[in-house]
């Protein structure tokens, strides 16, 4: 009939594909499903930890400390701090808070990791009363992964932006002697970052739209971690092998690039030749300086050094690891110091000054004084591409380990919720550091990405390392957390552990208390471009520090209350002395008084065992 036909022409021309359709969205949507719900994408048949998974091979844990220990502050600090403190007189006071302080905070870090297989929380089990530094570490390292997230945009943004050519920051090329402070303290570069890259407003109050093109690149950043995270080590271990390789191949490049080029060598002078000045060693502000920049240049107390040695093998050698990876961060500050340097020259020699009226620092010298530079060079874009894809690169790898400190301790914590859904919790703390990192690509945003990073990764950092040195030495034990490393690493001489028992019990706490003492006398209120912030956003910066160092005493209030709550509801839950039979002839055995003696004796040195502290480092 009529009717059928119709209903079969219906069915094949219009029900059949939209079915075929509906069955391949669902194929499609199942798939993507699973893969976020897979077993635990950390763990491979030939792990060591079968619960926890392990790093693939030595070379991606040694690529991956070494890409999350150098990180920024190697490229746009260190050179600012040695030309200001001496040139080549500042590594001595450098290299020998490298040996008191940075080699031995970083060896204690990364074998109280590797010895327990936990995460920066889940490691302070060795002394439950100080749990919550390791909570606090934790938030440090969120926190901070906000306005990273930004800093990697700002990078992105720069390198797309110098896909043209000329540069968008170029329009002084031409500049003479004649017209020195107009070059020299209104960079076009300083426009384009101020008016177009950020868009700033005029100060913290004046918040303003979202500025797209930063929110685009923040998008990017947020996708490209995510992937490399997406199933933990297994997978970040492998970005490695080029986001911790590239950035050394850049330097090189533009350090033979640099010292090619006219006024080369007066940079390097400046830097860390003739210019050095071995008078500055008599000033404590530049031993200061020199511990400052080693204590967070190490990435000492953000807990990812311990989240990435815990996914190491028990008996892998951490002592040489910690020599391998702290020598090649200093080394790639020396060596990021000449690359700089020698271009600032050659800007410098341009416009006819002195080097050091073209010397930033941080934010500065990345984005406006060292751009600047790379525009005066032939074929720029192609140097500018490559610096900015050297920023790009090794914050990544910082980043990495930061996200990587926050899905750690979440599936150590829930490991039957989270082990069979670490994509789906990347993709989801990825999507909230997004979210939370949009009110820095604001018209005000650079204003909040200088609060928290003044704020929060500042002195915090040197109270939470002070706790944990003072922990572990003398609370746990110093002597019992050698013998945990001879564990690890084989046994040794008492003579070999002198100089570690120094540095832990004495040399490296003292100089923590000195740098946390001096950076509280001499804090000065936090501004940028010489715009200071409000009176709320000083107190918005106080609370961010409380909302840290509170979870110290509230984990360490709640396990104190909880104990005793326990204790006494055990003992509320047992019967008494005076329950038995009421006439002794009746007790028997059982109810005698003697054994109900011997069972109170017991239950009495179970609760003082409760309450004793270990003094194994006496």
């Not at 403190?85 to 109280?112: C, D, K, Q, R, T």
């Not at 303003?208 to 947020?222: D, E, I, Q, R």
């Not at 301790?409 to 789906?424: E, G, I």
Request: charged residues 15%; proline residues 4%; aromatic residues 14%.
């Amino acid at each position: 009939s009529l009717f059928s036909l119709t209903s079969l022409f219906f069915l094949k021309v219009l029900v059949r594909p939209i079915i075929a359709y509906t069955r391949h969205k669902f194929y499609k949507f199942s798939t993507v499903w699973n893969f976020l719900n897979e077993q635990d994408p950390r763990v491979d048949d030939g792990d060591e930890n079968t619960e926890r998974g392990n790093w693939t091979s030595k070379k991606e844990y040694i690529l991956s400390m070494i890409g999350y220990a150098v990180g920024l502050g190697n490229i746009w600090r260190f050179p600012y701090l040695a030309y200001k403190n001496g040139g080549g007189a500042f590594l001595i006071p450098y290299f020998v808070m490298l040996v008191v302080v940075g080699i031995p905070l970083f060896f204690l870090e990364s074998a109280f990791g590797q010895f327990c297989s936990q995460g920066p929380v889940n490691v302070w089990r060795a002394v439950p009363l100080i749990q919550g530094t390791g909570v606090a570490m934790v938030v440090v390292s969120l926190i901070v992964s906000i306005y990273y997230n930004v800093i990697i945009a700002y990078s992105l943004y720069y390198m797309f932006a110098s896909m043209q050519c000329p540069l968008p920051w170029s329009g002084c090329s031409s500049c003479d002697g004649k017209h020195l402070s107009h070059c020299l303290y209104k960079y076009t570069c300083l426009l384009l970052c101020s008016n177009v890259a950020l868009q700033r407003s005029g100060g913290l109050d004046e918040t303003g739209p979202v500025v797209w093109h930063l929110a685009l690149c923040l998008l990017l950043t947020s996708i490209l971690v995510t992937a490399a995270l997406i199933r933990g080590i297994k997978s970040s271990g492998k970005v490695v092998y080029f986001t911790a390789t590239f950035p050394y191949v850049v330097i090189v490049i533009l350090l033979i690039r640099g010292v090619t080029l006219e006024g080369a060598k007066d940079g390097i002078d400046f830097y860390i030749g003739s210019q050095s000045n071995l008078t500055k060693l008599t000033e404590v502000q530049v031993w200061k300086d020199a511990a400052t920049q080693i204590f967070y240049s190490l990435s000492i107390g953000w807990g990812g050094l311990m989240a990435l040695a815990s996914y190491n093998n028990f008996h892998n050698n951490v002592f040489k690891d910690s020599f391998v990876v702290t020598l090649t961060n200093a080394g790639t500050s020396v060596l990021a110091g000449f690359a700089i340097f020698s271009i600032l020259g050659h800007m410098a020699h341009i416009y006819k000054t002195p080097v050091s009226k073209v010397v930033k620092e941080g934010f500065g010298l990345a984005f406006i004084a060292y751009p600047d530079a790379l525009s005066k060079l032939p074929i720029s874009p192609l140097w500018s591409i490559l610096f900015f894809f050297m920023l790009l690169t090794v914050g990544l790898d910082s980043q990495f380990a930061g996200i990587e400190v926050i899905t750690t301790c979440l599936l150590d914590a829930f490991p039957t919720v989270f082990k069979s859904k670490h994509a789906l919790l990347t993709v989801t703390l990825c999507s909230i550091l997004y979210l939370l990192g949009l009110p820095c690509v604001t018209r005000a945003g650079i204003y909040w990405v200088t609060l928290i990073d003044q704020f929060v990764a500042s002195w915090v950092l040197l109270f939470l390392v002070l706790l944990e040195i003072i922990a572990i030495s003398y609370i746990y034990g110093g002597n019992r957390f050698i013998k945990d490393i001879e564990m690890m690493i084989g046994m040794k001489t008492s003579t070999f552990w002198l100089w570690w028992r120094a540095c832990w019990f004495f040399i490296s706490p003292c100089i923590i208390v000195f740098l946390l003492i001096s950076s509280l006398v001499y804090f000065e209120p936090p501004n940028y471009g010489g715009i200071p912030y409000p009176d709320w956003g000083m107190t918005l910066g106080w609370c961010m520090i409380a909302f840290v160092l509170m979870w110290i005493p509230v984990v360490a209030g709640t396990k104190i209350y909880a104990s005793y709550i326990l204790q006494r509801l055990k003992s509320l839950c047992s019967p008494s002395e005076e329950w038995h039979p009421y006439l002794d002839v009746h007790r028997g055995e059982r109810y005698s008084e003697e054994r109900c003696h011997r069972r109170n004796n017991s239950k009495n040195k179970a609760e003082v065992n409760l309450n004793v502290i270990s003094s194994s480092w006496l």
